[in-house]
């Protein structure tokens, strides 16, 4: 949670790490083909704009300010990307051609114009009246391929509360509901969110992120989740995770 800060010692291991994987450009496949080498983040057939949002919240939570020199670039690289095209709600990344429209990406572009300061923008409005309208009765929104309903319904209940939606009003409630009910025994999140699955940091991290900013109903769930994490980063800072295994079986580093 954002209240741990950037200046306890795994908050400060993992920005560090953030901020090598920018400089060292690690960002590779099709997705560093797609941007300025160090201007954003991009796993391996990952969405780079997508990412990159999530990394720009991320820095922004571990205490860097928006003129920070990789804050700025990030920003940069999501406005010459097209991301934040006033598209209204369609899916504005053009480096990602033909992909459709989904909670996620709708989420993540919610997000970016927050961040960039235009949370009361027309574009930001109807990106959110969207989502709004495409939540499911359970509370949670549709994953995509390569991302789960759990880190889909985090992303867009982050988004949806920096967006300004009241953390009272029943959108807001029934995501929170949905999220702490798929929560593991060992206090991480898996992707589906069925218990099919060993728990995941992604997923577990995403969920983390979105509770902590949902209000007093959520903060006890959100800890066992940060507690997970904590067990779990390695030496470097950052975190294996079972959803993306490698050769030695750990999940690539994030």
């Known amino acids: 949670p954002q209240h741990a800060g950037g200046r306890s010692g795994r908050g400060q291991a993992a920005a560090a790490w953030l901020a090598r994987v920018r400089e060292a450009g690690l960002c590779r496949a099709a997705a560093s083909r797609t941007r300025p080498p160090g201007s954003g983040f991009g796993r391996q057939f990952a969405r780079p ?11 922004a939570g ?8 990789a804050m700025a670039a990030g920003a940069g690289y999501l406005r010459s990307a097209g991301y934040l095209r006033s598209a209204g709600a369609t899916h504005a ?7 459709r429209r989904t909670a996620v990406s709708l989420a993540g572009q919610v997000a970016a114009l ?15 009246a969207w989502l709004l309208r495409t939540q499911h009765d359970d509370g949670s929104w549709p994953g995509t ?7 889909a319904t985090a992303m867009v209940l982050r988004a949806l509360l920096a967006a ?38 992604e997923c577990t991290a995403a969920a983390v992120w979105a509770l902590a ?3 007093p109903q959520a903060l006890t ?25 490698d050769a030695d079986g750990e999940g690539p580093d994030y």
């Open 145 to 151: 391929a390569d991302c789960g309903r759990v880190t």
């Open 164 to 201: 300004g939606v009241r953390p009272a009003g029943r959108p807001v409630r029934a995501a929170v509901g949905w999220l702490i009910s798929r929560q593991g025994e060992d206090g991480g999140w898996e992707v589906t969110g069925d218990y099919q699955a060993p728990s995941s940091a």
């Open 213 to 215: 900013a949902a209000g």
């Open 221 to 245: 769930s959100a800890w066992q989740g940060t507690q997970w994490l904590a067990a779990r980063q390695r030496p470097a800072g950052d975190w294996p995770d079972a959803k993306w295994p």
């Open 49 to 59: 704009a997508a990412d990159t949002t999530l990394a720009l919240a991320a820095l």
């Open 62 to 69: 571990a205490g860097l300010g928006p003129d920070d020199p």
């Open 93 to 99: 990344s053009r480096c990602q051609a033909g992909a």
């Open 114 to 128: 927050v961040t960039v300061g235009q949370a009361a923008s027309p574009e930001t409005g109807r990106r959110v």
